[in-house]
Nanobody, 120 residues
């Protein structure tokens, strides 16, 4: 099971940190990704982190603004979002896979998602 938390309302230019807690064991082959979705659009890959070596991957739209990190002890992955823009408004979900793919269908476990709203 995955559970996201930390969503909310923030002004443009502000920051927010989301957390994804995994209740099951994560192993070195796992990749934890963040996706976001807005009504009427496909899920968009935000970024991912390899559980084995913490290597991170980001989409161009969030690179250098968003940062993913992990806490081994707590089985938790965080998504730090800086310099937020209204277009970052979406439901953010974390997912488990085995490769840092931008394709959502390559992930096999998903959280429920948390809403992030950025006001202008």
């Amino acid at each position: 099971q995955l559970a996201e938390s930390g969503g909310g309302l923030v002004q443009a230019g502000g920051l927010l940190t989301l957390s994804c807690e995994a209740s099951g064991r994560l192993v070195s082959s796992h990749v934890i990704a963040w996706f976001r979705r807005t009504p009427g659009k496909e899920r968009e890959f935000v970024g991912a982190i390899r559980w084995s070596n913490s290597r991170t991957y980001y989409s161009d739209s969030v690179k250098d603004r968003f940062f993913i990190s992990k806490d081994n002890a707590g089985n938790t992955v965080s998504l730090q979002m800086n310099s937020l823009k209204p277009e970052d408004t979406a439901v953010y979900s974390c997912a488990v896979g085995t490769s840092p793919s931008y394709r959502s269908n390559e992930y096999f476990r998903w959280g429920q998602g948390t809403q992030v709203t950025v006001s202008s």
